[in-house]
């Protein structure tokens, strides 16, 4: 398994790692990711180790915290071995006090103490902000970010959803007062849905902030099942999370399995495999995020890992996938002359 350096900072991490939302299952939205009890997560685990891939991604939301403590569960006795990636800032189902959301101080500390115990440790790898609290001031977050690592219960901290603007207000808070930086960006990204490359990639590139990829299958439209003059599957994950998902016009789909489907055939590959691997050479991803609702679903996804495509098959599915993008990015890529990253194909910016 190959690794990678998060963002600008010494961990290195695999570039598939596994997420955990399928842990639990304690409510319908989660149901249908998966529902897996603390053996069969504790067999996914030991399959991930055997394969190199020893970094696990949660959230204290997923059903409920009940993932965190399957994963505990299912790690323990290995702790040294793993590195865990968990997230506070939304609310619990079951908490509705005014403070129990957010990224404030008071509830900052309180959710990162509840997932250590529900973790069964004593440090958490990779600390995420799962989304941007715009009512708390970012010197407040940072500070208290900070203050977790220098106690130890944080390693690394990152943050997911953010906009451009978002990270790079927070960064400068951070630079200004000597904070401990966000060093990764949990972001939603795949052949289907490219905006991350319109600002996130360029400022992750210049900032030093590492990728990590969420729903990398686009929202399950990318497993292969769905293609152009065929039925949709009677049941799927997105009959009952399509609605709280980004959506995608049915043509764009379709134009971009068309090509994946000629690469996957080509390559004697599946197209979830193909999938992943193309987002394996974008600039600045550091670790592609899979899930598996089960062992064979799982050992399909470790193999988009120790090949890669050509450039060729690469510059197919881009061209495939592409779209013009909002305001100001189209004018801005007519800007060549000194604007070159923001013309240039992610395929020939510098991964990094």
Not at 26 to 55: H, P, Q
Not at 180 to 204: A, C, F, K
Request: charged share 20%; hydrophobic share 35%.
């Amino acid at each position: 398994m190959e690794f990678r350096q998060l963002g600008r900072s010494g961990l290195k991490v695999p570039v598939l790692s596994f997420g955990t939302g399928t842990f639990g299952g304690s409510n319908e939205f989660f149901r249908a990711w998966g529902a897996s009890d603390v053996n069969e997560a504790t067999r996914l685990v030991d399959v991930c180790l055997e394969a190199g891939v020893n970094l696990f991604d949660t959230a204290d939301v997923y059903s409920d915290g009940l993932s965190e403590t399957i994963l505990g569960k299912a790690i323990a006795g290995r702790r040294e071995q793993v590195l865990i990636s968990t997230k506070a800032t939304f609310r619990m189902s079951t908490a509705s006090g005014p403070n129990d959301l957010g990224s404030s101080r008071h509830h900052l500390i309180q959710a990162c103490d509840a997932s250590l115990r529900r973790l069964g440790t004593d440090y958490i790898d990779i600390y995420h902000m799962h989304g941007y609290d715009a009512l708390t001031p970012p010197e407040e977050v940072l500070s208290t970010l900070d203050n977790l690592v220098t106690s130890g219960k944080v390693r690394y901290v990152a943050c997911s959803n953010f906009s451009g603007w978002h990270l790079m207000k927070s960064l400068d808070v951070s630079d200004r007062y000597g904070w401990t930086r966000y060093v990764g960006h949990q972001v939603y990204y795949s052949l289907i849905s490219r905006e991350y490359e319109w600002e996130l990639m360029p400022l992750g590139k210049d900032q030093g902030v590492g990728a990590l990829v969420w729903s990398p299958l686009g929202w399950g439209r990318l497993t292969g099942k769905i293609r152009r003059g065929q039925a949709l599957p009677v049941e799927s994950r997105l009959h009952k999370t399509a609605e709280q998902g980004p959506q995608v016009p049915l043509e764009h789909l379709y134009k971009v399995v068309d090509a994946l489907d000629e690469v996957a055939k080509d390559r004697g590959k599946s197209v979830p495999q193909v999938s992943l691997n193309w987002l394996l050479q974008r600039p600045t991803v550091a670790t592609v995020i899979i899930g598996a609702r089960n062992e064979e679903q799982l050992r399909q996804n470790l193999g988009a890992a120790g090949w890669s495509l050509t450039p060729e098959q690469i510059a197919k599915l881009d061209r495939a996938s592409e779209v013009t993008p909002i305001y100001p990015y189209w004018h801005q890529r007519q800007f060549v002359e000194r604007n070159p990253a923001a013309a240039t194909p992610a395929s020939e910016v510098f991964r990094g």
